[in-house]
């Protein structure tokens, strides 16, 4: 991705990875005739998607975005990282050139000033810490790193069912607390601000307890950072649908629409986390339901 300029603010995108895995597998209850509504719209042209749900897969884009802002550079979410054990073998001991990526950006990692999780998943938390001589340390030497006070008391009780982000917060949070670099903060935390503006986060509860979405502006185009609001297009159509990891769908359900209907009435540029290829767009009202119009990226 170019970098999107609004205002003051700088938007930077950092690809670690694409996960592809059969549709059905993460959003269960897509439908034939949910497709073809998607279709009019979303063309990938690689056959990712057939007519036929069961026969579909989709692919989780990973990426980080960097925001450079009035001399502040804020990393939104840290993808899988290298070198983790993992219960789950798509992202067991990963060995991706992120840093190179972000290198190429621009970046080096002592350049990062605040690191803001949109949650405490695996795969928004991992380049939190590097390996160091068998050691987990801090990626980012001179950044804060905000974590959300309910995700961060959710997953120190070790929950049930949970394994993959169990093991997160153990090799990516815990040693960034250890550390002294991390910050405990409300869901509603304002990270930055200027008068009129500034970069915050708001809750969007669902995907997990304290999931958040970030938002920033400075002068310029307001944007959202998503996190996992969403993971797909499909659900602008299918808002109700619950994702499979999920940890309370109905709520999760509801957050998405809300925010989807913040979206088209803020007319806020969206960076979702997990859209592949181009991700960047606008959300538009489509009768009952949304479609998505990129931004050239
Ligand atoms: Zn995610």
Known sequence: MQPIKLGRMTVHKVHEMDSPTPLLAQLPGVTAGDLARLKGWYRPDDGELTDDPATSHMTFGIHSFVIEVDGQTIMVDTCCGNHKNRGLPEVHQLDTDYLGNLARAGFAPADIDLVMCTHLHFD???WNTRLDNGKWVPTFPNAKYLFGQRDYDYFLGNPAGEDFHNEAFLDSIVPVMDAGQGILVDEDHVAHRQIGDGVWLEAAFGHSPGCCTVHGQAGGEAAIFWGDV?????????YDLPFAFDADPAAASLTRQRVMNKAVDEDLLCFPAHFRLNSV???????DAFRYDWVAE
């Not at 767009?281 to 009768?287: F, I, P, S």
């Open 124 to 126: 928004h938390v991992g």
């Open 281 to 287: 767009g606008k959300v538009r009202a489509d009768g």
């Open 230 to 238: 969403i993971h797909h297009p499909v659900q602008m159509i299918r």
